[in-house]
């Protein structure tokens, strides 16, 4: 006789067809109270960097196999890194930020509306001006959230191919 087996992922599956479970998301509805703006400035570096390698391969003429299956890459991950930039900065503006910073931060409310903006803005586009807007609204938002902690912010030249900088707290 054949047995059936019920692997722990069905039996989840079927337990919330009859239960009706709750979803739950995080970052970070606890609140953890760790909150940094570092990963969206790494994702905005990799938007700069991507639409940097998608210009060198145009100057090739981007018009072979190999070139089209590289633009392809570059264009998908680029698109990913801008959405983590979205993601990130909204986790930080939604779950961390409370009136008091906006009020201490007057330009808070549309710098954090106008880089969300430039995210979707250097999804579409491949112009290495739109990437670095980005990047310049995400240090602008880097040193507002360090300020709303008291602490003094430096930018440092990045290491990256990029050759941008990046906003560290000042310890």
Known sequence: MDKIRITAGKTLAFADRVLHFETAYAHCDIPCGIYDPH???LAAHTVVRMDMLIA???????SSVEDRNKLIRYVKVKEEHAEICKHEITVIWGDYMKPEHAKENPELNELVWNTLKLAGKAKQSTDIKDADALLENVQRFAEAFWKTKKVQTVRVKSYYPTERTFVYPKI
């Open 56 to 62: 060198d391969v145009m100057k090739g003429g981007g």
């Open 39 to 41: 990963a969206a400035q």
